[in-house]
């Protein structure tokens, strides 16, 4: 199943196979901003507040609450969801997308994309002046 989330309100939408797409709702209005699948759910996390959202299917949603406000991008690998914050250091795990455990990235930095893979983590920093990498 594909998912795609709108940014700024409640629309998404589900495809068994990328080509016919159907229109689903979020639990909320907010700034959706990045989703991942894992361990036969789909979590998403919204820039705007702390809030995540939690599916089996795409269609019945739960919400949950993550230890840090605007988490900015969200991945999955070996278990465990992992979700930065942009411009500080904080990052948090999860292994449900419900119940999240706060962590610390080496540096304060504008924490952009993250993404998993042979076994780490990595998270690349946004900002033109930066050179970091967390993994």
């Known amino acids: 199943m594909f998912l795609a ?3 700024n309100s409640t629309q998404a939408a589900t495809s068994p196979d990328g080509i016919t797409w159907t229109s689903r709702t979020m639990p909320l209005s ?3 901003r990045s989703a991942a699948y894992g361990s036969g759910v789909f979590v998403v996390v919204a820039s705007s507040g702390s809030d995540v959202a939690i599916s089996a299917d795409g269609i019945t949603w739960t919400t949950a609450t993550a230890p840090f406000t605007n988490p900015y991008s969200i991945s999955y690998g070996n ?7 942009f411009a500080t250091n904080q ?11 706060a962590r610390t990235l080496p540096a304060a930095d504008d924490w ?10 990595v998270s690349l920093s946004l900002a033109n002046t930066s050179t970091n990498a967390a993994y």
């Open 5 to 7: 989330v709108a940014f």
């Open 30 to 32: 907010r700034q959706w």
């Open 79 to 85: 278990g465990v969801f992992a979700t930065v914050r």
């Open 91 to 101: 990052s948090a795990t999860s292994i449900n997308g419900t119940y999240w455990v």
């Open 112 to 121: 952009g994309p993250t993404a998993y893979g042979n076994g780490t983590f």
